[in-house]
C-alpha cells in the first residue's frame, strides 16, 4: 500500500519520465531532443544565464555531452528536485526555445548562435576578393602597355641610329642569306674580320657572332647546320610575332 502512494505522489510530483536523450548538431544551433513516458505537461524555467529546468519530468541520469566544433562547448543534463536541469557552456552569445513533438511524448530543446556568420559578409568578402584581383588586372595592363611602350622607343632609337651610320652598310658583305617568311630573314655577313648572324626585317636581332676563321657556307644546307648551332635560332618565330606587336603599336603612335 505504501509503494502505491509512493508511485502516485511521484506521478503528482512529476508528469513523465526521462526515456533519452539525442542531440542534433548543426552549424549555428543546437537541438536536444528529450523522449518521455508521458505526455509533456510542464514548463521551461530559466534559473541563470545558461541553465535551464524543465518542470515535471523525473530522472535519476546525469548527462554529459562535449562539443569541439560548435559555439556550444559543452552541456550537462542532471536531475532536479524540479524537474530536469539544462547547465550550457557556450562560446558565443545564446538564445533558446522550446517546441514539443505532435504526440505530446517528446521536448525539442534548441539553442540558438545569437551572432552567426552573417551570409551577407561572406558575400561582402568574395565582392572585395574581385575587386582586389581587377585592380591587380588593371595593374598588369598597365605595366604590360609600359613595356611595349619602351620596347617601342628602343626599336625607334634603334632604327635612326642606323640609318644614320651608312659606311657600316658599305663595309658589310653578305656571305648567305635565307628567308624565313615575306618580311624576315636571316643574313651572315662579314664586318671587319667578323662574321655576324642576324635576322633581319621587322625587326633587327643578332643571333650569333663568329670568328674570322670560321668556314662561310657554300650551299643551303651547310647555312642550315651553321643556324642550329646558334642558340637563339629556335626562338625566331618570337622575336618576328613580337616586333609585329610592336610595329602595330609604333604605327599607331
Do not use: H
Not at 502512494?5 to 539525442?22: P, S, T
Not at 636571316?186 to 657572332?209: C, P, S
Amino acid at each position: 500500500m505504501k509503494k502505491i502512494i509512493l508511485i502516485c505522489l511521484g506521478v503528482l510530483l512529476f508528469g513523465a519520465n526521462l526515456i533519452n536523450v539525442n542531440f542534433f548538431e548543426s552549424k549555428n544551433k543546437l537541438d536536444i531532443l528529450f523522449s518521455l513516458d508521458g505526455v509533456f505537461k510542464g514548463k521551461v524555467k530559466q534559473v541563470s544565464k545558461n541553465s535551464y529546468i524543465l518542470t515535471d519530468i523525473s530522472t535519476d541520469k546525469v548527462i554529459q555531452k562535449e562539443f569541439t566544433k560548435n559555439f556550444i562547448n559543452s552541456i550537462i543534463i542532471s536531475p532536479d528536485k524540479n524537474g530536469v536541469r539544462i547547465d550550457i557552456t557556450a562560446n558565443k552569445p545564446i538564445k533558446t526555445s522550446v517546441a514539443l513533438t505532435p504526440d505530446g511524448y517528446g521536448v525539442r530543446f534548441r539553442i540558438i548562435n545569437e551572432k552567426p556568420i552573417k551570409v551577407q559578409n561572406v558575400q561582402n568578402s568574395l565582392q572585395n576578393l574581385n575587386a582586389n584581383k581587377e585592380g591587380l588586372d588593371a595593374v598588369s595592363y598597365i605595366v604590360g602597355i609600359s613595356i611595349l611602350i619602351i620596347l617601342a622607343l628602343i626599336l625607334w632609337f634603334l632604327k635612326r641610329k642606323t640609318a644614320s651610320l651608312p659606311s657600316l652598310r658599305e663595309n658589310m658583305k653578305v656571305l648567305a642569306q635565307k628567308p624565313i617568311d615575306a618580311k624576315n630573314k636571316i643574313v651572315l655577313f662579314e664586318y671587319q674580320d667578323r662574321k655576324y648572324l642576324m635576322l633581319i626585317g621587322n625587326t633587327n636581332v643578332l643571333l650569333d657572332v663568329f670568328a674570322d676563321d670560321v668556314a662561310v657556307p657554300k650551299n643551303e644546307v651547310e647555312f642550315d647546320e651553321m643556324l642550329k648551332l646558334s642558340k637563339k635560332y629556335n626562338n625566331i618565330d618570337k622575336y618576328i610575332q613580337n616586333a609585329e606587336k610592336l610595329k602595330e603599336f609604333d604605327e599607331r603612335i
